[in-house]
């Protein structure tokens, strides 16, 4: 059976228990959350690369401002031409963590990288750390705030450093894995019991990703709102 069809198989199988692929994309999702009333007045974007992520937000919330924190001072091009082409944009390059100074880096990959208070053996760079918290008070952030967190397995330091902001948020966007991918990495379901002490649930899910090599599920991006959202307010289906 050729790949096209059995996708089709599957999809329409999804549809039928009123599931179908396209509510599992970014936008679908902050647009179920826009449609429940969600508001945001600023996004905090971390692990923001060149700024591609908050390009495909911006379009859902466009009066919106952005601050976008990146690590590696290579993708200070692509931040700037991003901030060139939305007034609301703003960014720094500076790892997020739980305390101001600097901070590890393995940047072995562009696109990924880890932050780190011991030095990697290999790809080891050091680059200025500083916490969500103070980021959000230095530049006079306005709430509600979404953050996202794209630091592959950091999270927790971040965390640590966000409690002010996080208990000022309507949504929080982690990628998180199925797997132990650095020392004080959580999985996913750690995850979600980890925001549960911090005041935040699970609301949606998006974006989840297979290991190429086995089809084992690798990670998926869980979507926090308050515990006290509206949308928990009914346990029922209906």
Known sequence: MKKATLIKIIDKLLQKMGFVRDQLSLEAVLRRCRERGTRVTTVIDVGASNGCWSRRVVKLFPKASFLMVEARSDHEKGLQKTVRSHPAFDYIIAAAGNRVG??????????????????????????????????????????????????????????????????????????????TIADQSLRFHEMCARMEQY????????????????????????????????????????
Not at 131 to 153: A, C, S
């Open 102 to 179: 600097s901070i590890y880096f393995d940047a072995t990959q562009l696109f990924g990288g880890l932050a780190s208070d011991t030095p990697f053996k290999q790809n080891c760079i050091e680059v200025p750390v500083t916490t969500i918290d103070m980021l959000v008070q230095e530049k006079g952030l306005k709430p509600p705030f979404l953050i996202k967190l794209d630091t592959h397995g950091f999270e927790v330091p971040i965390l640590e450093g966000a409690r002010e902001t996080l208990a000022q948020s309507s949504l929080v966007i982690l990628e998180t894995y199925n797997f």
């Open 199 to 238: 005041g935040l649930r699970c609301v949606d899910i998006c974006e989840p990703m297979h290991r190429p090599a086995d089809g084992v599920f690798w990670q998926i991006d869980i979507v926090f709102a308050p515990v006290v959202d509206a949308a928990f307010a009914s346990n029922s289906y209906e």
